[in-house]
């Protein structure tokens, strides 16, 4: 027998609870676009503005739904309760008439709602049936995308990929409509629910750091680890360390230029000998010789320079066109590094005899008028995290901050590398001039825009009214999660975004973890997901999805975990790599195996095939 005094108390909380839900409806014009969804949303920050973890525990005891998964509806949801614990009670229920009256949106309309929401932006089949929904894969298109009459286009929408992700940070206008007119006749062979659709990524504010200054320093060829693959040749060439293609991902062995008599006195049975800068030997033992290229391979690590010499018995050579390298900005925890506004070109810290440090290295700044916004003690972190800064003092146009995180051996702080401000609001526009420009050159084939750095309402609105403007409010504006200050104003965004035919949200999880903290993300993209689901509104999941699968064609356990985790969203997003088609049919092999037991934040309770 159920505990009547139990149920009482449960329905007395869900009759408080009710009061407010409906005081909402006040709150809205019904003359809103969608209307519905914002109640919904207005309704849910009401269910969360409290602890309800007392009322879930009594729903929990009484086995009745304990709202956990009502973000989408609810006051359906919490209608149902009243209903169940009144008729318990022998006490009236509510009416039809009544509940005609309330305008809420029952299960499977709000269900409906956000299929249709995610159909419009990332296509396929809306249902109102939870378990005949999927997930949508999207790939970055990297810059030879178009090569080949797009072969590789052809490749990933074959593999089943549903949208194409143009970024705009590379590239240009040229190259993005050649993307877009193969998608566009790829398009022309397919079904309505099967045609693809093209978001065009806008870059919005880049705060990078700046260019760093060229010097004359030996170069590394080899390693002490293993025997490594060199090439000699005696042409135009540099002399340069081993580097990775940015298409394939492979390496590419180091090169070293000799001058063509020394060349040509080689055989293939021949070792060459290196002293490097240090007087360390090595030896290169040759496998293979042509006209112009010897290859080999060097069995220990050796620093070279323009006085470096190479000897074969009798012969011997100096090393020529030696390439120009970035100064090596090493930092260390403990170290200082000056970041400022102004035209220099970065450089690593000066030395006097004893190696104590005059000046600390400097870097630039791409955007102008943010340093003096923060304030001592404020964390700046660089490239992705890797190395961490605080405050120490500002002068305005320049900070001086004291290196706190960085690897034992140092971290090299490199050009172009993302600047993240966490502790401090930088009052810029998310949508820049040349975001602008860009966004009105892709109108003719973009379905959808996303808005990088969205931080508040009007930045938002910033990117509708140019598209009002400019005919295309049919055009979707996705809203890119990663700054603090975005997930504090979602609520507003999230408003904002609903004025839009077409919306949703990406969480991006790259600068957004820097931003919160690594050890937040997990509780804010679970918080980021609830808050959009009681939106209705479709979610990307991005940033470093299954990247060792899509690098090296081998994921980790974490990684695996993290995309079946990602079948919480409507759309997934993978970046380039050399191995993305293999790795699109991992995704989708690990999503439908997740679908089978849960959708969103529901569990589905299918037949379990593993013991039956």
Excluded at 115 to 131: H, Y
Excluded at 409 to 414: C, D, Q, S, T
Aim: with cysteine; charged share 25%; hydrophobic share 40%.
């Amino acid at each position: 027998m159920l505990d009547r005094t139990l149920m009482e108390s449960a329905l007395e909380d869900i009759e408080i609870l009710r009061k407010y839900l409906l005081a909402a409806r006040d709150e809205v014009e019904s003359e809103h676009p969608r209307a519905q969804s914002l109640l919904n949303l207005n309704q849910y920050m009401l269910l969360r503005k409290k602890d309800r973890t007392p009322l879930q525990e009594k729903l929990f005891m009484l086995s009745l739904s304990s709202l956990g998964r009502s973000y989408a509806h609810v006051a359906a949801s919490i209608d149902t309760l009243y209903d169940q614990l009144s008729s318990s009670l022998g006490r009236e229920q509510i009416s039809e008439e009544m509940m005609a009256q309330f305008h809420h949106l029952s299960i499977s309309d709000s269900i409906a709602i956000a299929s249709n929401n995610s159909k419009a932006l990332f296509g396929g089949k809306a249902s109102s049936k939870l378990s005949r929904q999927s997930t949508s894969v999207m790939v970055t298109l990297p810059s030879h995308a178009t090569q080949n009459d797009g072969q590789l286009i052809r490749e990933l929408a074959h593999a089943g990929v549903n949208v194409f992700r143009i970024n705009t940070a590379h590239d240009t206008i040229e190259t993005w409509k050649a993307m877009a007119d193969i998608i566009g006749r790829i398009n022309s062979e397919r079904e309505s629910v099967e045609k693809i659709k093209i978001f065009v990524d806008l870059a919005g504010p880049k705060i990078r750091t700046g260019s760093i200054q060229e010097v004359d320093i030996p170069i590394m060829i080899g390693s002490n680890k293993q025997e490594k693959e060199v090439l000699i040749r005696c042409d135009d060439a540099e002399t340069r360390s081993e580097t990775t293609d940015p298409v394939t991902l492979e390496k590419i062995p180091a090169q070293i230029v000799v001058d063509k008599k020394f060349f040509k006195k080689i055989t293939k049975k021949d070792s060459i000998k290196i002293v490097d800068v240090n007087h360390k030997k090595a030896m290169i033992r040759l496998q293979e010789v042509s006209d112009t290229t010897m290859r080999g391979f060097i069995n220990k690590k050796v620093f070279v320079t323009k006085k470096t010499k190479l000897k074969c018995g009798e012969y011997g050579s100096k090393i020529l066109n030696l390439q120009i390298q970035k100064d090596p900005i090493r930092l260390f925890v403990g170290d200082s590094l000056i970041i400022t506004e102004n035209e220099i070109k970065g450089r690593s810290a000066l030395l006097d005899e004893e190696r104590n440090v005059v000046l600390p290295a400097m870097i630039g700044c791409s955007v102008r008028g943010m340093l003096a916004s923060l304030k001592e003690g404020e964390n700046i972190f660089i490239d992705d995290g890797k190395i961490g800064l605080a405050v120490v003092y500002n002068n305005i146009d320049a900070v001086t901050c004291k290196v706190v995180v960085s690897k034992a051996g140092g971290v090299l702080l490199k050009e172009e590398k993302g600047i993240n401000f966490p502790d401090t609001y930088i009052p810029i526009p998310a949508l820049t001039q040349e975001d602008r420009i860009n966004a009105l050159s892709v109108l003719d084939f973009a379905d959808s825009l996303s808005l990088s750095f969205c931080q508040s309402v009007d930045d938002v609105a910033d990117l509708q009214n140019l598209l009002l403007e400019n005919g295309r409010p049919d055009i979707g504006i996705i809203a890119k999660i990663e700054t603090r200050q975005a997930v504090a104003n979602m609520p507003e965004i999230l408003e904002q975004l609903l004025k839009s035919e077409k919306s949703g949200v990406m969480i991006a999880r790259g600068d957004l973890a820097i931003e919160v903290g690594f050890e937040n993300m997990a509780y804010i993209q679970e918080a980021l997901l609830d808050i959009c689901d009681a939106a209705h509104l479709p979610v990307i999941w991005a940033t470093q999805v299954l990247e060792s699968k899509m690098k090296n064609n081998l994921p980790s356990r974490a990684e695996v975990t993290d995309a079946a985790m990602a079948g919480r969203a409507e759309c997934v997003m993978l970046n380039k790599g050399a191995f993305a088609i293999d790795t699109i049919d991992v995704l989708h092999r690990i999503l439908d195996d997740m679908h089978t037991v849960s959708k969103k934040n529901r569990q589905l309770l299918k037949k379990e095939t593993l013991w039956y």
